[in-house]
């Protein structure tokens, strides 16, 4: 299928970054620069700004997202918060498996799957982050990680459950750190997940699909990124930080 017939979706991470006050005068800095874009735009905030972005960014063109979500619907799990929870508050995506809560809060594939569970239960579109670490990129195994780490994830999701799922290709190596996967690397990547997924469910499933990159994406090497096949928008870190970056690389997701 035809990469135009998919819709880009640039979705911001802001991490651990901005208060309350802060969400809103950037989302109302971003708001008439990506107004009228022709892809989705997301903006995956702190809980604590979640309100508050809903708020600032109500009757535009951005929606909002969670960076985490609990695979329970509620109990002693002090300091989590549920896809249950972020339904009601009218939270419509979340971040699920971002390397650095696989990284630094002990993440595995397992607890992956289980929250993709809980978020497809409640009806919450999931931007699903898989991606290799630098030594298993050196190792050749970069295939095999991205495989095995999305085939866990999709375990028991269904060809009509895929429409909610978004995958981000993040190679752990270029995230925060300047250093981008060229368009090749990342277009290869992104290619091989989609082969997975036809594999996985079937050739219309897979063409559907929408698969972002992320790590580094910025205001200068977008275009060139999103022009790549396989590659259907981007997940974006520090560049989402700053309202005209982010507009460039909405603006170039939309050409
Ligand atoms: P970065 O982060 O754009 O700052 O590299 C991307 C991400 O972690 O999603």
């Known amino acids: ?30 708001k008439p620069l990506v107004a009228g874009a022709d892809c989705k735009v997301v903006l995956c905030v702190p809980y604590i700004d979640l309100y508050a972005a809903l708020e600032a960014a109500a009757g535009s063109d951005i929606e909002i997202g ?94 009509e459950e895929m429409k909610n799922i978004i995958i981000a290709y ?5 995230i925060g750190t300047g250093e981008t996967a060229t368009p090749e690397q990342a277009q290869e990547v992104c290619g091989m997940i989609r082969a997975l997924i036809a594999r996985l469910y079937n050739s219309e499933v897979a063409d559907a699909t929408v698969i972002q990159y992320g790590g580094s994406m910025n205001e200068k090497n977008a275009a060139e990124l999103l022009a790549k096949p396989d590659i259907d928008g981007g997940l974006i870190g ?18």
């Not at 309350?20 to 005068?25: L, M, Q, S, V």
């Not at 520090?238 to 050409?255: H, N, T, W």
């Open 1 to 30: 299928m035809n990469k135009a017939l998919r819709t880009p979706v640039i979705a911001g991470n802001w991490k651990m970054n901005n208060t309350p006050d802060e969400t809103k005068a950037l989302i109302a800095e971003m």
């Open 66 to 159: 969670a960076e985490n979500c609990h695979w329970a619907e509620k109990g002693a799990f002090t300091g989590e918060v549920s896809a249950k929870m972020l339904k009601a508050a009218g939270v419509p995506y979340v971040i699920i498996g971002h390397s650095e809560r696989r990284q630094y809060f002990g993440e595995t594939d397992i607890t992956v799957r289980n929250r993709v569970r809980a978020a497809l239960n409640e009806g919450l579109k999931i931007i699903l982050c898989v991606g290799e670490m630098l030594a298993e990129r050196k190792a050749d195994m970069t295939a095999e990680i991205v495989s095995a780490q999305t085939e866990v994830a999709l375990s028991g999701v269904t060809a």
């Open 170 to 174: 993040e190679p752990v190596w270029a």
């Open 238 to 255: 520090g560049a989402s930080l700053v309202a005209e970056k982010f507009a460039v690389i909405v603006e170039a997701a939309g050409k």
